[in-house]
């Protein structure tokens, strides 16, 4: 067997989550070996947990010659300079998204990353197409939907009533049309993977039983160049236990429709077919298991070890994503339709 990635990870709140991920399946190529969380307490817990060793200083995991990667779930504000602390120390980085909230600096430090050999993955936009996208844009690109024009995405979860902890998920600043920067993120990369450049957006919120100062219930919609509209719902405030994080997807084209995860419980497949083309010369459907978000550490380790020497995805198309939520933010503060730029 290949050499597994030795891995240290910051940011032990939903990255715990990514620890177990990574202990409780050996057959993974990456190797957690040690955890690391600014709040001592926190990091020691962890640590307990997961049986490795714990520090509260990422400069510690950055001088550790036996760390090959960090895994860096921290929040989404003021990742690239960290990444870029990381990456001059000669490690590699697998983060999340949100990735950045400054398009230009997430910009540079994946340029930086490409010149200095060192490779910066995260879950969405993935760095290579996730199995529904591979067919989506496949049909795309072989006309059986036609010139796509439409689209439409829903995401949704149950908090409740979610008191503030004064935390970055408090400040509309910081998180922006809180259910689409949280969880309909990932339809905004996938939109903008398939429609490509973005004119305008518009957003529609509310407080619905959420106690912090950001929605908890939200639309986006994007009118791309060429013509092409797409809309996103999250919420918050929608779902049974059953049916977290599930959501669906339309796509429309001038020949055919393209439907993806839709309905209760069909997004892995339980119900039969959950990937379906609907075109003029045929009905083509597919059992898709996974969804998007997962983390690919099949390809951070092909790419880390340089069996593969580049991503799908450009750093361009990471910056796109994160211009549509700079225009996403002012249209939450204005009320108004928001050019992308
Ligand atoms: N499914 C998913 O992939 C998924 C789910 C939830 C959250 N996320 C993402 O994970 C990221 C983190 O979210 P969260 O809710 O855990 O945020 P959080 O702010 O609650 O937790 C961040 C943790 O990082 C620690 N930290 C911050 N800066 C540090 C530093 N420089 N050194 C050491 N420790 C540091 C903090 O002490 C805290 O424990 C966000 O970008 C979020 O969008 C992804």
Same mark, same amino acid.
């Given at each position: 067997?290949? +050499?597994?990635?030795?891995?240290? #990870?910051?940011? $032990?709140?939903?990255? &715990?989550?990514?620890?177990?991920? #990574?202990?409780?399946?050996?057959?993974?190529?990456?190797?957690?070996?040690?955890? /690391?969380?600014m709040?001592?307490?926190?990091?020691?817990e962890?640590?307990? %947990?997961?049986?490795?060793?714990?520090?509260?200083?990422l400069?510690?995991? $950055?001088?550790?010659?036996?760390?090959?990667?960090?895994? $860096? !779930?921290?929040?989404?504000?003021?990742?690239a300079? @960290?990444?870029?602390?990381?990456?001059?120390?000669?490690?590699?980085?697998?983060?999340t998204?949100?990735?950045?909230?400054?398009?230009?600096?997430?910009?540079?430090?994946?340029?930086e990353?490409?010149d @200095?050999?060192?490779?910066?993955? @995260?879950?969405?936009p993935?760095?290579?197409?996730? &199995?529904?996208?591979? !067919?989506?844009?496949?049909?795309?690109?072989?006309?059986?939907?036609?010139?796509?024009?439409?689209?439409?995405?829903s995401?949704?979860?149950?908090?409740?009533?979610?008191?503030?902890?004064?935390?970055?998920?408090?400040?509309?600043?910081? /998180?922006p049309?809180?259910p689409?920067?949280?969880?309909?993120? !990932?339809?905004?990369?996938?939109?903008?993977?398939?429609?490509?450049?973005?004119a305008?957006?518009q957003?529609?919120?509310?407080?619905?039983?959420?106690?912090?100062?950001?929605?908890?219930? &939200?639309? #986006?919609?994007?009118?791309? +160049?060429?013509?092409?509209?797409?809309?996103?719902? &999250?919420?918050?405030?929608?779902?049974?236990?059953?049916?977290?994080?599930?959501?669906?997807?339309?796509?429309?084209?001038?020949?055919?429709?393209?439907?993806?995860?839709?309905?209760?419980?069909?997004?892995?497949? %339980?119900?039969?077919?959950?990937?379906? #083309?609907?075109?003029?010369?045929?009905?083509?459907?597919?059992?898709?298991?996974?969804?998007?978000?997962? !983390?690919?550490?099949?390809?951070?380790?092909?790419?880390?070890?340089?069996?593969?020497?580049?991503?799908?995805?450009?750093?361009?198309?990471?910056?796109?994503?994160?211009?549509?939520?700079?225009?996403?933010?002012?249209? %939450?503060?204005?009320? +108004?339709?928001?050019?992308?730029?």
């Open positions: 067997m290949l +050499k597994p990635v030795r891995l240290g #990870l910051v940011g $032990l709140n939903f990255g &715990a989550t990514v620890c177990r991920e #990574l202990t409780g399946n050996p057959a993974l190529p990456v190797r957690l070996t040690t955890v /690391c969380d709040d001592a307490a926190r990091a020691q962890r640590a307990a %947990e997961f049986g490795v060793p714990y520090t509260t200083s400069d510690q995991l $950055l001088d550790d010659p036996a760390i090959d990667a960090i895994g $860096l !779930y921290t929040g989404p504000n003021g990742r300079n @960290l990444i870029r602390r990381i990456i001059r120390a000669g490690k590699h980085v697998m983060t998204k949100p990735f950045e909230r400054d398009a230009d600096e997430a910009l540079r430090v994946l340029h990353a490409r @200095l050999g060192k490779v910066v993955h @995260l879950n969405s993935n760095p290579r197409p996730i &199995a529904e996208m591979v !067919y989506i844009k496949e049909w795309i690109s072989s006309g059986a939907i036609g010139r796509p024009t439409v689209a439409q995405a995401t949704w979860v149950y908090y409740g009533a979610t008191p503030p902890d004064g935390s970055w998920y408090d400040d509309p600043q910081l /998180c049309v809180a689409i920067f949280r969880i309909g993120i !990932y339809c905004v990369n996938s939109f903008l993977s398939i429609f490509g450049e973005p305008t957006v957003v529609t919120h509310s407080r619905v039983e959420t106690k912090r100062p950001t929605p908890d219930n &939200a639309s #986006l919609t994007i009118a791309f +160049k060429s013509g092409a509209i797409a809309n996103i719902l &999250a919420s918050f405030v929608a779902a049974s236990t059953h049916d977290r994080y599930r959501g669906g997807t339309v796509i429309g084209g001038t020949k055919g429709m393209i439907f993806h995860g839709i309905g209760p419980a069909a997004r892995e497949g %339980e119900a039969g077919p959950n990937l379906i #083309l609907s075109s003029e010369d045929r009905i083509e459907s597919h059992v898709i298991t996974g969804h998007s978000g997962e !983390y690919d550490w099949e390809f951070f380790a092909q790419r880390v070890r340089g069996e593969v020497d580049h991503d799908v995805t450009t750093p361009e198309e990471v910056a796109a994503a994160i211009r549509v939520v700079a225009a996403m933010s002012e249209a %939450e503060r204005t009320g +108004k339709t928001v050019a992308c730029e």
